[in-house]
T-cell receptor, first 113, second 114 residues
Framework: AQSVTQLDSQVPVFEEAPVELRCNYS??????LFWYVQYPNQGLQLLLK??????LVKGINGFEAEFNKSQTSFHLRKPSVHISDTAEYFC???????????FGRGTSLIVHP | KAGVTQTPRYLIKTRGQQVTLSCSPI?????VSWYQQTPGQGLQFLFE???????NKGNFPGRFSGRQFSNSRSEMNVSTLELGDSALYLC?????????????FGPGTRLLVL
């Protein structure tokens, strides 16, 4: 079985500052990795995903993430955040061949003006 | 393509009642999964349907059931509602082709049980 740990439940940051949301996972098999964003009263929107290949993945809204197999991490970064980035962010792990993701508990990104 | 749609968006029920939620996947997607999201437990997988067959099931009691129709639309039913069933229920669909690893989510149905 796999598990996902999002190390920070809440990350406050000022507008235009950089941000990193941390995600670590454990799995005995190879995995696919995802980041989703959830705005208030909405569903989950896919930000980016790592399936294979380059370990640096670029997504929508200026976000990127880096897969580090040795550290079993998939941290999400953005060089300069905007007020509109305030939302809940979920890291998810899917073991190869399963297609059913396990989600982390989420990180609330709060961007202050 | 239109995204995943869920109806209704909001629902209020009382304990003991039953409820049916509906999900229409992205056109061409044959897999539909259901998740329960609560502040206490986070996002939990309920079940997945593919071509009208339940493929995977999470750890939920038998009061939670689902089905999928030939047009890939899916319904989820919860019988004998409990207060703890209050949650956001999310539906997700995925294709069977080159992007089969990715779940695409609908806006959810927020259920309140009184």
């Amino acid at each position: 079985a796999q598990s996902v740990t999002q190390l920070d439940s809440q990350v406050p940051v000022f507008e235009e500052a950089p941000v990193e949301l941390r995600c670590n996972y454990s799995s005995s098999v190879s995995v696919y990795l995802f980041w989703y964003v959830q705005y208030p009263n909405q569903g989950l929107q896919l930000l980016l995903k790592y399936l294979s290949g380059s370990t640096l993945v670029k997504g929508i809204n200026g976000f990127e993430a880096e897969f580090n197999k040795s550290q079993t991490s998939f941290h999400l970064r953005k060089p300069s955040v905007h007020i509109s980035d305030t939302a809940e962010y979920f890291c998810a792990v899917t073991p190869g061949g399963s297609y059913i993701p396990t989600f982390g508990r989420g990180t609330s990104l709060i961007v202050h003006p | 393509k239109a995204g995943v749609t869920q109806t209704p968006r909001y629902l209020i029920k009382t304990r003991g009642q039953q409820v049916t939620l509906s999900c229409s996947p992205i056109s061409g997607h044959r897999s539909v999964s259901w998740y329960q999201q609560t502040p206490g437990q986070g996002l939990q997988f309920l079940f997945e349907y593919f071509s009208e067959t339940q493929r995977n099931k999470g750890n939920f009691p038998g009061r939670f059931s689902g089905r999928q129709f030939s047009n890939s639309r899916s319904e989820m039913n919860v019988s004998t509602l409990e207060l703890g069933d209050s949650a956001l229920y999310l539906c997700a669909s995925r294709e069977a082709g080159s992007d089969q690893e990715t779940q695409y989510f609908g806006p959810g149905t927020r259920l309140l049980v009184l």
